[in-house]
């Protein structure tokens, strides 16, 4: 159990366009989700935390308008990357987590190249 | 503010050598710490997590870990290691109420035949 879907898995698009990526938690209700970045070859940075039904709370250096982050349900949350540009491209990862546990599970990634 | 500090940036080992990856936190209180795996391309896969009890903790895959307060770390370890194993590994640390986690910069492991 505990698995987490992302998709696509990989998008092409062009600068100038929005892009949704596509988080759920597909065996159980997700309490939190989160949305993390990672450059190649380097660590993850978490982005944003979301919780159904509330805005999601963003860390610093986030640009919020950007990075457009909605949680609809339990099992689903979604991240639109608005008027991307080509520093836009990178891998973006989400988590969920159930209620009363630390541990995150992670979807297997979005790779985005903005052209 | 709690920090994750993974000292080696690469590590190469023989096949069937043993392995041990460095992880030290900082953290106030008693931490919640985890290791994870990651394949290229791919999301992280959870090896091993410690939140209280005995100090060795077992994982997937074969490896292990131990908490040393004293030491402020959370080594991973395995005895044996396989050519399956090459891949990035984050050591991370859970941030109080609000259930981040903090990761380190990653070890990328490289298994020689």
């Known amino acids: 159990g505990a698995v987490v879907s992302q998709h696509p898995s990989w998008v092409i698009c062009k600068s100038g366009t929005s892009v949704k990526i596509e988080c759920r938690s597909l065996?159980?209700?997700?309490?939190?989700m989160f949305w993390y970045r990672q450059f190649p070859k380097q660590s993850l940075m978490l982005m944003a935390t979301s919780n159904e039904g509330s805005k999601a709370t963003y860390e610093q250096g986030v640009e919020k308008d950007k990075f457009l982050i909605n949680h609809a349900s339990l099992t689903l949350s979604t991240l639109t990357v608005t008027s991307a540009h080509p520093e836009d491209s990178s891998f973006y990862i989400c988590?969920?987590?159930?209620?009363?546990?630390?541990?995150?599970?992670f979807g297997p990634g979005t790779r985005l190249t903005v052209t | 503010a709690q920090s994750v500090t993974q000292p080696d940036i690469h590590i190469t080992v023989s096949e069937g050598a043993s392995l041990e990856l460095r992880c030290n936190y900082s953290y106030g209180a008693t931490p919640y710490l985890f290791w994870y795996v990651q394949s290229p391309g791919q999301g992280l896969q959870l090896l091993l997590k410690?939140?209280?009890?005995?100090?060795l903790v077992q994982g997937i895959k074969g490896f292990e870990a131990e908490f040393k307060r004293s030491q402020s770390s959370f080594n991973l370890r395995k005895p044996s290691v396989h050519w399956s194993d090459a891949a990035e590994y984050f050591c991370?640390?859970?941030?109080?109420?609000?259930?981040?986690?903090?990761f380190g910069s990653g070890t990328r492991l490289l298994v020689r035949p």
């Open positions: 065996d159980f209700q997700a309490t939190t």
């Open positions: 988590s969920a987590r159930k209620d009363f546990s630390y541990e995150q599970y």
């Open positions: 991370a640390v859970g941030e109080g109420s609000s259930y981040k986690l903090i």
């Open positions: 410690y939140f209280s009890g005995d100090t």
